[in-house]
């Protein structure tokens, strides 16, 4: 479980977690109210709001959020943003008020990633920041799934991209990171019948990130998109759980055909920078698509295709297995013989 601090006010309300700024507002989100009436069988441990509540909402009682992946009341990932951007802003004392605002001020890891999303995203001609606070922050508190997924990507960033030297920085910005988690918000409405501001949030995304994801397409957990600059990924499309994809990588269909016609992307596949698949095509458990690569057709799990049209190295009838999840390994060029 995910814990989220919470504090009454000096007029004595009840107290509110998750508190953002844009333009010299508040936006309260009053966590136990929304936890409850999206997860009514939800165990809150003992140390959580109900004795706070009894209490008359005691200074720092805690609400428990759902979230995070274990059982403890503890939110591991957030207390290590926490102390990342205070170490930043010791060392860099310019940044203290971007890094107050951004996550210091607020309760819970839901709440920085909607504020920052909102900040990014937001035009006041178009769609206010406030109001896309409350539209980021209602879709990441209101599925449990999503939040562990918010997690699994900040580690995937951290354990995966040699250059992501602290998950708070992945955060703040990475860009395919922001780009993956505002489309699980868009993929929420989509599912839910709100397509044109899921719509809308494709749009903003592609401008902002230059990442274009469709908002159909269902994407797991634990995944990184280094870079991500040129990423198109279509409506059908379905990727795996702890999948990595590098820039200017496209998941696309093959013309005018409708139904279910973008690729499937398995568990713990790599796909390489460049690289182009298209169709309702199968990338098995644990593959490899060296970069630039143009894939047609399926491809077995834990096997490596290269080229265009991509092959399989050591042939279809034998291909040659990965005895590792290059997703996790990030191995690029282990397969390679090539020689200058």
Known sequence: MATCVASSNSRGDPPVAATARFDGHRHPCKVADIARSNFPDLAISPSAVVAAE?????????YVLP??????DVDEVWARLREEAEADAEREPVLRTFYDGAILSHGCLESALAAHLAAKLGRPDQISGDVLFEIFFDAFLSDQEVQRAVRADLRAMRDRDPACASIVHGLLYYKGFLACQAHRAAHRLWKSGRRVLALFLQSRVSEIFAVDIHPGARIGKGILLDHATGLVIGETAVIGDNVSILHNVTLGGTGKESGDRHPKISDGVLVGAG???????????GAKIG???????????????VGNPARLLGGKDNPMKLDKMPALTMDHTSWSDYVI
């Open 291 to 305: 970069a630039g690569s143009v894939v047609l057709k399926n491809i077995p799990a834990r096997t490596t295709a």
């Open 67 to 72: 979230g995070g992946d274990t059982d403890e």
């Open 54 to 62: 009894a209490a008359g909402f005691e200074e720092n009682s805690k």
């Open 275 to 285: 690289t182009q698949i298209l169709g309702n095509v199968s990338i098995g458990s």
